[in-house]
């Protein structure tokens, strides 16, 4: 069974920092695809940022280019999002995400195009 093991977040103020890391626990398991999503009440699951393990590709969303950093440790199936400049609409649930293979066709910026989730990790930004 893969789980995506998430740490970080918490509560911080508005201009703060915060980083999130995820790691796959199945030794057997690496993938070829992670991505950081994030849900706010009412909202649905948007993509955030994602990252080619085995390549270098790399997607940010308009609203965190310049502010959030993805990076990745191949070796230790790690993936880790730091986020700077905090704002308030940043205050979210965020997720891990991870696809098993990987498609050139495909964005890897939708909910449908990754096979596991992590249980989520609250942010909250403070004004």
């Known amino acids: 069974q893969v789980q995506l093991v998430e740490y970080g977040g918490g509560l911080v103020q508005a201009g703060g920092s915060l980083r999130l890391s995820c790691t796959v626990s199945?030794?057997?398991?690496?993938?070829?695809?992670m991505g950081w999503f994030r849900q706010a009440p009412g909202k649905e699951r948007e993509c955030v940022s994602r990252?080619?393990?085995?390549?270098?590709?790399?997607y940010y969303a308009s609203f965190v280019k310049g502010r959030f950093t993805i990076s990745k440790d191949v070796a230790k199936k790690t993936m880790s999002l730091q986020m700077n400049s905090l704002k308030s609409e940043d205050t979210a649930v965020y997720y891990c995400?991870?696809?098993?293979?990987?498609?050139?066709?495909?964005?890897?910026?939708?909910?449908?195009?990754?096979?596991?989730w992590g249980q989520g990790t609250q942010v909250t930004v403070s004004s």
């Open positions: 199945e030794s057997s398991f690496s993938p070829h695809v």
């Open positions: 995400a991870a696809a098993e293979s990987a498609d050139g066709r495909i964005m890897y910026t939708g909910v449908k195009e990754f096979d596991y």
């Open positions: 990252i080619h393990f085995p390549v270098e590709s790399i």
